[in-house]
């Protein structure tokens, strides 16, 4: 068992750190928010960010973005404060390049450092189902496991540092562009007096077939249990989606690579968010969009 | 066992009606290029249409357009020719308008006909393994079903008359939105570092997992036995999915539907049909759209 500090205790941090908790783990959480801080079960509340990297094996970080990332470690100096030698794992999802630039800043501590964003929600952070995907080396990797497996199901080594952030941006562009997709093609069917179970059912099986379609179908009343059959309440909210679409971009200009369906995606997750006031809705929500469709019903 | 005619004996018709012929039905073929209908191994070869409409159980085409299949069943008097109570099957990829048109002539007529628009290119219609995706009523669809599972190994049934296309336009609408995707998203992985393998595996088994990332990867060297991995020759052409997607716009503007993605699609297909003259090309080879990939070597 480790002794880890965790710090960023929201809808995804606050779950995380329970479970690693309820895996035997000493886990000293702090937040800005000091309502956070008590909400965490099992967790020894800290005073400071400083004081959750005091005497830690371990240190993990889940924030909203790259500039939080960097603020935490580089100008309030949680690498200067952790152990020689410690492993700071940093689950945000952040642009790559400050993730290259706190993991370089983190090997000259003495820190080793991974990059280690996830996928699957508030669900799977509560049941411990997280999808990780890891960039750093494989030592660490080996060292964070153990942690990881608190609190996920699934592991990913997408390669160096930063890389893991790729890997989670490229996915979830992709998904973007599925999911609008399905959406788009689903709405042309059913204009065109198709039944959506049916079409669904057709593409599911044929070479349209994707994880939507399979898992997460967007129009109502298709498949049970998903946020299209509950007026698209929970699940990854748009606000989510456009927010990695935006890193997608970023890191496209960045190395001067050509995205014209994700900047396509990007906009419109862009106007359905803007006239829809959908940032909230599940993005699933995107088949709004193309049709009419029940929102915010149970 | 039936007598069946058929007529257009291309890539595609010329084994679906072989085998007919090897599954022991009686097929007279016809084609306006005359060493096509020699070609036929086991068909009886007809001196026109007509003749190939004469006395049959079921008559099946399998033509490149819309103006085509009504020419056929229209204007050359196929529909006349076919004995009352005959059965017709157009396995044509068309615009929906036109199979809707070609099949309510067909009922005054006293003919039962299906739209059953096939995937699984010219291997499948080799093989015998195509899918149908059925437009017309149940009763047609029992009757066809036995000549349909000699050509192939899944029927789905999309609805009505013209339902058929309206599910293939989709599917193949969508598939072309995902393979673009698919191939802009292993772009960008790649132009920031990633291994092209890894993050294939990674997005296959995450949410951004689809057809193309499981059998069908677009990038050279991930995956043994498809397009890519042999200069994108054969497959499924970029002439046909430009085709495919034309019709989709066609479509999506007759029933005033949006469609951004695959517009966007279609022109991704058509600016690499034309500045790379690739319409040769399997459709993967869009890869080559986002950065330089090995072409025409085996």
Redesign the interface.
């Known amino acids: 068992m480790s002794t880890v500090g965790f710090v960023g205790l929201g809808n995804m941090g606050g779950p995380m750190a329970a479970n690693l908790a309820a895996a035997g783990h000493e886990v000293k959480v702090f937040d800005l928010v000091p309502e956070l801080i008590a909400g965490v079960e099992g967790g020894l509340a800290q005073a400071s960010a400083l004081d959750a990297a005091s005497d830690v094996d371990v240190f993990i970080s889940m924030l909203p973005a790259g500039k939080h990332v960097a603020g935490l470690y580089l100008d309030e100096g949680v690498l200067a404060r952790l152990p020689q030698g410690a492993l700071a794992i940093d689950c945000s999802t952040i642009d790559?390049e400050t993730a290259r630039r706190v993991a370089a800043a983190a090997t000259d501590a003495g820190i080793a450092m991974l990059d280690a964003p996830v996928?699957g929600g508030t669900a799977g952070a509560q049941n411990g189902t997280l999808?990780f995907?890891v960039g750093g080396d494989a030592d660490a990797l080996a060292r964070a496991r153990p942690l990881l497996e608190a609190m996920g199901a699934?592991i990913?080594?997408?390669?160096?540092n930063?890389?893991g952030q790729?890997?989670k941006?490229?996915?979830?562009?992709?998904?973007a562009?599925?999911m609008?997709?399905?959406a788009?093609?689903?709405?042309?069917?059913v204009?065109?007096?198709?039944?959506p179970k049916?079409?669904s059912?057709?593409?599911k099986?044929?070479?349209?077939?994707?994880?939507a379609l399979?898992v997460?179908n967007p129009f109502p009343g298709v498949m049970d249990g998903v946020p299209a059959s509950r007026g698209y309440q929970g699940g990854f909210l748009v606000d989510l989606m456009t927010k990695d679409l935006a890193l997608?971009m970023t890191?496209?200009e960045q190395?001067?690579?050509?995205?014209?369906?994700?900047g396509?995606?990007k906009n419109?997750y862009r106007v359905h968010e803007q006239t829809h006031g959908a940032g909230r809705l599940d993005f699933s929500s995107i088949q709004w969009?193309?049709r009419p469709v029940l929102v915010g019903g149970e």
Chains 1, 2 share one sequence.
């Open positions: 790559p996928s999808t995907i699934n990913f080594h997408a390669g160096a930063g890389a790729i890997a941006i490229c996915n979830n562009m992709l998904l562009i599925q609008a997709g399905t788009e093609a689903l709405s042309l069917g204009d065109n007096g198709l039944d049916v079409l059912e057709i593409m099986q044929s070479s349209g077939g994707n994880w399979k997460y997608a890191t496209a190395s001067r690579s050509s995205v014209p369906m994700g396509l995606a419109l969009l193309y």
